[in-house]
C-alpha cells in the first residue's frame, strides 16, 4: 500500500490550498482517513479524519478552516484549507487505516508554508 500526498507549497496569509492523498495498491476498502502535522521542532499533531461514512472529526485550531472529505471510489482522500495562518506552517501527513487488521500507513509529507 502507498499513500501519495500533494498539494503542498508555499501562500500567504488567508489564502487556500487543497491537499490530496492517493491510496495505491492492495486495497479493498479504507476504515478511517485522516491528516496529520507536524512543525519544526513540534510533534505531530492530528488535523482532521473522517470515517468511511463520512463522519469527521477536527482539531480545535482548524475548525471553521478546513474541510476533510474523501471520494472512496478512487481511495482517495482530501484536505481542503482556507483562511491560512502562519501557524499551520508544517509537513502535512496524510493516514489510513485499513481492515481487517486496523493497519496503518502514512504518506510521504507535503509542505505547507503560509507566509505573514
Known amino acids: 500500500v502507498q499513500l501519495q500526498a500533494s498539494g503542498g507549497g508555499l501562500v500567504q496569509a488567508g489564502g487556500s490550498l487543497k491537499l490530496s492523498c492517493a491510496a495505491s495498491?492492495?486495497?479493498?476498502?479504507?476504515?478511517?482517513m485522516g491528516w496529520y502535522r507536524q512543525a519544526p521542532g513540534k510533534e505531530r499533531e492530528l488535523v482532521a479524519t473522517?470515517?468511511?461514512?463520512?463522519?469527521?472529526n477536527y482539531a480545535d485550531s482548524v475548525k471553521g478552516r478546513f474541510t476533510i472529505s474523501r471520494d472512496n471510489a478512487k481511495n482517495t482522500g482530501y484536505l481542503q484549507m482556507n483562511s491560512l495562518k502562519p501557524e499551520d506552517t508544517a509537513v502535512y501527513y496524510c493516514?489510513?487505516?485499513?481492515?481487517?487488521?486496523?493497519?496503518?500507513?502514512w504518506g510521504q509529507g507535503t509542505q505547507v508554508t503560509v507566509s505573514s
Open positions: 493516514h489510513v487505516n485499513l481492515p481487517p487488521r486496523g493497519e496503518n500507513y
Open positions: 473522517i470515517t468511511s461514512g463520512g463522519i469527521t
Open positions: 495498491g492492495s486495497i479493498f476498502s479504507i476504515n478511517d
